[in-house]
């Protein structure tokens, strides 16, 4: 068999460039597949580990006393209190509580009691105190060491253990990089950072500013002595430690929950592991379409190599090697070309990987980052590629091989076939200039040239117009929501009060983590979590628009306006009703409007309506809008503010992640643009080796001949450009639909005029920079060629 080996080996040495671009192009497939999983794996695998160490909440709520207390109970309360009747008419019963500082603990445990008892859950009370200082929000927690649910890890350090020692989770504030061993100043005391720690319930690493708060570990002897009101709230945790989603369902659904955040809407600590499932999700993608890709284009070469070497192969059979054994030491040989691609691939993405694991340690807080490959993951990678590789070779020589041995000697190469594309197309451009018409013809002689550029261009396309979408969707996302405001300054009070609207200033009635219901097409009840903002409606403030620019605030009077980006994501259009339950009161409400701009966590509602549904004054208010905010701080109360200025740039720093995923997106195109490429040139220049070595004995210089019989695909590719870009978007449309799901943060599809001129004009410029490459190379072989060696 040393002979047939030989053989072989001769045959890869004189396709040499072929197969390693088809090496190449496996090590490409298994390298992206394995880059994302060795990041993913490992990620995932440490955060499972962790949620279930560390007892990770199944969910977090609020009890609502207002509902679990009757109106004699709750008045006697008030009576008590010396809070007069008129006060509980003019702000309801959980506004009294915040404004009055009540604290109903006997009541609020036996009503969560009851809870736990019906619904069959644990729970631990976690308590905290904030604080808020040049902009910055710090909130204090205490009970590290000694919670049953969220139980902190230490990643660095110590957990503090005297007065002046804290431990934190976030690592960065505003522009400043926390470290262990450096000192933090707030509220006139200096504090030492002993420590650094890690909460199942606070995975997302933000940037501390006006909206997300810096947690800080102390003693609790240090938390005692702190002052200021305290806040808390239950994390549960279903007691056999098993998610069960029915339940979760019917608890978001027991009016005696004020607040219900399932997990799964838990951002802060699922975000991570719905980045890394999204991220798994697109590594099977590109390992399909790769690895179909690749296979295509060996069949291609292959058939091609085999039709080349009929009589070769005639000659050993009639050596009398058999078929099997010949078959059994090429696929031997092939099984070691995929097994070489696929090492290659995974070897480099062991080392690239670590840019991806940096991208999520930057973002989230987790013990630890390995960076690891699942045997599933390796068995799927590998697997795929060699089997499908392997298999298609297989099928191919298996029918090459049951020729008969004097068909395989005496073998004629047949005139190529004029398909009915040629014939169409040399009839349509008689007219045209006899180069320009021998190159169109020449360009449709190959059906499986023209289905290989067509997939280039498809592939290329799709990441391209991915790339180029989540770059503009990020851009835009800032300048959108940005527009219609014509405030300042977003005051928000820890308390409510009474107040009606004037020049200066323009309040609003916020209620957080609201539950919306609505039954979808097929009947099936959904529910999701959202922030509540009423408001006048006066334009002069904030001014919602739909994404055509049009205004809806006088829409306010028929109903609710939803984001669109929200409504996009579940699936609810203009006209719906929803239900919306605020303690006992389930208010059937109306989609009147879908905005474009604005918060896209919020709803927008008419205060007065929400005022009259839920039985309070009008006149309640717990923010402002402003221009001035001297006249805002009211004393005795708690406020922070929130610019508009410092709003803009943080969502710029979060469009940052997206705007990273565009780029490599856009980098794999090209990537996969230049192989493709590449590979088309390459057989181009083998069809017509003997044609540029007759036309340049002719005279013709090597710019001329390459003009001739190798830039022949240019219209091919635009056409096929032209036709495949609307599949290319409903591909993309798709991917982005499934990552929106799987995230629950919508990502919309933005192409345009724009988008079409430059994703042609980035592969047209790889198919002529290729080109020029491929000629100038074939130019110096072809120097010292002659027509006998062709």
């Not at 009890?63 to 309360?77: A, C, E, K, T, Y």
């Not at 295509?296 to 070497?309: C, D, H, S, T, Y």
Request: with cysteine; glycine share 6%.
């Amino acid at each position: 068999m040393k002979h047939v080996l030989t053989f072989i080996w001769r045959d890869m040495r004189k396709n040499r460039v072929q197969i390693g671009l088809v090496l190449l192009l496996i090590a490409v497939t298994s390298f992206i597949f394995f880059f994302i999983r060795y990041a993913s794996d490992g990620i995932s695998a440490e955060y499972k580990r962790f949620a279930e160490t560390q007892h990770q909440e199944h969910f977090s709520f609020h009890p609502n006393l207002s509902v679990g207390l009757n109106d004699d109970q709750q008045r006697q309360i008030l009576n008590q209190a010396a809070i007069p009747e008129q006060e509980l008419e003019q702000y309801g019963f959980d506004n009294l509580l915040q404004i009055h500082n009540l604290r109903l603990d006997n009541e609020a445990a036996v009503l969560v009691s009851e809870l736990s008892k019906q619904y069959s859950f644990e729970f631990e009370k976690i308590r905290f105190k904030q604080a808020e200082e040049n902009g910055f929000r710090y909130r204090w927690l205490t009970d590290a060491d000694s919670r049953a649910i969220n139980q902190v890890q230490v990643i660095e350090g110590r957990l503090p253990a005297r007065n002046g020692e804290i431990a934190i989770i976030a690592t960065t504030l505003g522009q400043r990089k926390l470290a262990t061993g450096e000192s933090l100043s707030i509220g006139g005391h200096t504090y030492h950072i002993v420590g650094k720690v890690s909460s199942p319930d606070h995975i997302r690493q933000y940037a501390v500013d006006q909206d997300y708060f810096l947690p800080i570990f102390v003693s609790p002897s240090q938390y005692e002595s702190m002052t200021g009101d305290e806040g808390s709230y239950y994390a549960g945790r279903f007691r056999d430690g098993e998610q069960h989603e029915d339940r979760v369902h019917q608890m978001a659904n027991d009016a005696r929950f004020a607040s219900f955040l399932p997990i799964a809407e838990h951002a802060e600590a699922v975000e991570l592991i719905q980045a890394v499932i999204s991220n798994s999700g697109m590594s099977n993608i590109f390992l399909l379409t790769l690895t179909l890709l690749c296979t295509g284009v060996f069949l291609m070469f292959l058939n091609r190599r085999l039709r080349l070497q009929q009589q070769s192969w005639g000659c050993l059979i009639a050596m009398g090697y058999s078929r099997a054994k010949l078959m059994g030491m090429y696929m031997l040989n092939n099984l070691l070309f995929s097994f070489l691609g696929v090492l290659v691939g995974l070897s480099l993405a062991y080392f690239a990987a670590d840019l991806l694991i940096q991208q999520f340690q930057s973002q989230y807080v987790l013990p630890s980052y390995p960076k690891l490959i699942g045997v599933d993951s390796l068995l799927i990678g590998s697997g795929s590629i060699v089997i499908v590789f392997n298999g298609a070779a297989f099928w191919m020589l298996h029918r090459f091989m049951q020729q008969d041995v004097a068909a395989l000697l005496f073998a004629r190469q047949k005139n190529e076939h004029v398909n009915v594309l040629t014939k169409w197309v040399s009839r349509a451009t008689v007219r045209l200039p006899f180069i320009q018409r021998v190159k169109l013809q020449m360009s449709a002689r190959s059906l499986k040239m023209i289905l290989l550029i067509g997939i280039t261009v498809c592939l290329s396309s799709i990441l391209f117009i991915m790339g180029l979408s989540l770059n503009q969707s990020s851009t835009n996302a800032v300048e959108h929501r940005m527009q219609g405001i014509h405030y300042r300054y977003d005051v928000q009070y820890d308390k409510p009060g009474l107040s009606s609207s004037h020049e200066q200033r323009n309040p609003y009635y916020l209620l957080r983590d609201k539950r919306l219901f609505w039954t979808d097409s097929s009947g099936v009840l959904k529910d999701t979590k959202m922030n509540i903002l009423a408001f006048d409606g006066n334009e002069t403030w904030l001014a919602l628009t739909d994404v055509a620019g049009k205004e809806l605030n006088a829409k306010l009077s028929e109903g609710i306006i939803m984001p669109t980006a929200k409504a996009e994501l579940l699936g609810i259009r203009v006209g719906d009703t929803l239900q919306l339950h605020l303690g006992n009161k389930k208010i059937n409400i109306q989609i009147a409007g879908l905005s474009g701009n604005g918060n896209p966590a919020i709803i927008y509602m008419n205060k007065s309506k929400l005022a009259d549904e839920l039985g309070i004054s009008r006149d309640i208010y717990n923010g402002v809008f402003t221009n001035t905010v001297e006249s805002e701080q009211r004393q005795s109360e708690g406020f922070h503010i929130v610019t508009v200025e410092n709003l803009r740039e943080q969502m710029k720093a979060q469009a940052s992640s997206s705007q990273l995923s565009a780029v490599i997106n856009q980098i794999l195109g090209g990537v996969i643009a230049v192989i493709m490429i590449w590979l088309i040139t390459l057989i181009t220049v083998e069809e017509n080796k003997r044609n540029m070595a007759l036309l340049h004995m002719l005279g013709y210089k090597q710019r001329e001949i390459g003009k001739m019989l190798l830039n022949i695909y240019v219209w091919v590719l635009i056409v096929a450009y032209i036709v495949l870009t609307p599949l290319a978007i409903v591909v993309v449309r798709a991917i982005l639909d499934s990552v929106s799901q799987s995230t629950h943060d919508y990502i919309p599809l933005v192409y345009n005029g724009f988008t079409f001129v430059v994703v042609l004009a980035a592969i047209l410029l790889i198919y002529y920079v290729v080109l020029s490459v491929a000629r100038r190379i074939h130019a110096r072989t072809a120097s010292s060629g002659s027509i006998a060696r062709t």
